[in-house]
C-alpha cells in the first residue's frame, strides 16, 4: 500500500500532532454522525408511534408496541448521550495530543532546524565566497600569461 499522505515519522513530535488533529477531527465527524443517525432512529419511531396512536380501537398488541417504540426511544437516547461524552472526550484528548506536540516541535525541534539552516546558508556563502576568489586568481594568472 502506498499512501497519499506521507506519514511523519522523522520525528514523535509531529506525529503526536498529526495523530491528534486525526483524532480531533474523526471525533467531530462521528459526533455529527452520531447526532443525526439518531435523530433518524427517533423520528422513525416516533412516526410509527403516532401511526399507532392514531387508531381508535388499540390492541393489546398496539399498546405494547407503543411502550417498546417508548422504551426504545429512551435508550437511544441515552446511549447518544454516551456516545457523544465519549467522542467529546475524545476530541479533547486528540486537540490536547495535537496541541502538546506541535508545541514540543516548536520548542525542541524547530530551534534546531533553524540552527541547521543558518549554518548551511553560511557555509553556501564561505563556499561562494572562497569560489569568487579563485576564480579572481584564475583570471589573474590567466591575463599575467597573456
Known sequence: MNPNIPIPTDNVHKFY?????????ASLIATVYV??????KIMKWFEESAKIE???????VDLAQLQRIEELIDIT???KKTFL????????????????GFQAWEKKIQPLIDKKLELELELL???ITSKKRSNKQLQRTRFARR
Open 85 to 100: 461524552y465519549f467522542l467529546i472526550s475524545s476530541s479533547f484528548f486528540g486537540l490536547f495530543v495535537a496541541g502538546w
Open 35 to 40: 447526532q443525526n443517525s439518531t435523530n433518524e
Open 125 to 127: 556563502e564561505l563556499e
Open 17 to 25: 500532532a498529526g495523530f491528534g488533529l486525526v483524532v480531533f477531527i
Open 77 to 79: 437516547k441515552k446511549d
Open 54 to 60: 392514531k387508531l381508535e380501537k388499540k390492541a393489546e
